[in-house]
């Protein structure tokens, strides 16, 4: 599926010119398909200072680690979360696209943009990325997983990187949009279990990967299953920060 969704984006690109995702401009020549450079420079970048645990920005200076009222409450199960961007604007609109209008090709662009964030890169050089999986029902209906697509993106990308479907989802859960902090973190608290044909090594750092940020209940969720079955160091990574 995920060749053939390339294959056809590919054969629609020489019947119709590509356009900047971002600006809706024709795309000059150049190493990304579908994001120009004016359309990079808006999408909106976190910067330094940040949050030491969910990514989120600081206003202002801060001296020394410290977390933010987005992550107060959340204890997560992950040493460190790293997000490269605020989910607002074209980046809103690129993630939408991405999940639910059938675009992923648009990932590999995006992508390619976060990691000119030097903090962003580092987090995740010599890691093993996980995707957050999506439920078996979700993920035939979608035909594939952005978060698989954004973590194979990133690994062809970043020195010393692989990935794998490490987790897999028990169960279907209720859409995490509308529900408030307490309730996602119910919602997916069990939802997750380690893939049969994965085994968990102590000694790799591993870093769950997703398209957006919220409030952490999901990747909290990822992280605690993999530390329940024996990951010692497990950080997370989202391309937004919601
Ligand atoms: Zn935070």
Same mark, same amino acid.
């Given at each position: 599926?995920? @060749? ?11 019947? @119709? ?29 976190? @910067?330094?200072?940040?949050? @030491? ?11 020394? !680690? #410290? ?12 040493? &460190? ?27 590999? $662009? ?6 000119? $964030?030097?903090?962003? &890169? ?19 209906? &979608? ?42 973190? #119910?919602?997916?608290? !069990? ?35 993999? #530390? ?15």
């Amino acid at each position: 599926m995920t @060749f053939l969704d390339d294959l056809d984006r590919g054969l629609l690109d020489l019947i @119709f010119p590509r356009d900047c995702a971002v600006t809706q401009e024709p795309m000059d020549e150049g190493s990304r398909l579908h994001l120009s450079d004016a359309g990079l420079a808006l999408l909106p970048r976190i @910067f330094d200072p940040r949050c @030491f645990t969910c990514g989120h920005p600081f206003d202002g200076w801060l001296e020394g !680690e #410290r977390t933010c009222p987005h992550c107060l409450d959340l204890n997560p199960a992950f040493h &460190r979360a790293i997000c490269a961007f605020r989910a607002q604007g074209p980046v809103r609109t690129i993630i939408h696209r991405i999940k639910y209008e059938k675009s992923p090709y648009l990932a590999n $662009d995006l992508v390619a943009a976060a990691i000119q $964030d030097i903090a962003f &890169r580092r987090h995740l050089a010599g890691s093993h990325l996980v995707p957050v999986p999506l439920h078996r029902s979700r993920h035939q209906d &979608r035909g594939y997983n952005q978060a698989e697509r954004i973590a194979c993106a990133l690994a062809q990308n970043i020195p010393g990187c692989q990935w794998s479907p490490a987790l897999l989802k028990k169960y279907a859960t209720a859409s995490q949009t509308r529900l408030g902090r307490e309730e996602r973190r #119910r919602n997916v608290a !069990e939802a997750f279990e380690i893939n049969p044909a994965n085994s968990i090594q102590p000694d790799v750092r591993y870093v769950v990967i997703d398209d957006v940020l919220t409030t952490g209940s999901t990747l909290h969720a990822c992280a605690k299953t993999l #530390r329940d079955a024996g990951a010692l160091w497990v950080d997370a990574a989202a391309l937004a920060h919601g």
